[in-house]
Structures are given as structure tokens and as C-alpha cells.
């Protein structure tokens, strides 16, 4: 039983990805995921309550392999 439920999760890998400069969530979530849909993904995986983000940050990045 434990192994079907391992099998059954999709396997994230966690990128750190550094806020540039002229970056915010739009940009870094074409880049990772190319469309919108990332911007949830990353204020809820770091806890973001806003859409601001500041250069220098760093934030984690959920990827499905």
C-alpha cells in the first residue's frame, strides 16, 4: 500500500530562482512554467500574500519532473 501511494505523487523539484532586477511573478512564471498559471503555484509554495516581489529575493520554484 505504501509503495502505490510514492508512486501515485508527482515528484517536485525545487528550483531557488534569485529576483533580477526588471523580474516579477508574470516574468518568472513564463520562464518556469511558460504561462500564468505559475503565479499560484510560486505565492503559494513560498507564501506570498501579495504579487510584489523585490530584486535579491529568493524564491523556490515547485517543478513536476
Do not use: C, D, F, W
Amino acid at each position: 500500500v505504501e509503495e502505490k501511494k510514492k508512486q501515485e505523487e508527482k515528484p517536485v523539484r525545487v528550483v531557488q530562482h534569485t529576483v533580477g532586477p526588471e523580474e516579477n511573478l508574470y516574468r518568472i512564471s513564463m520562464k518556469y512554467y511558460k504561462s500564468r498559471s505559475g503565479e499560484e503555484k510560486i505565492k503559494a509554495y513560498n507564501h506570498l500574500n501579495g504579487n510584489s516581489v523585490y530584486s535579491g529575493q529568493v524564491l523556490n520554484i515547485p517543478l513536476e519532473n
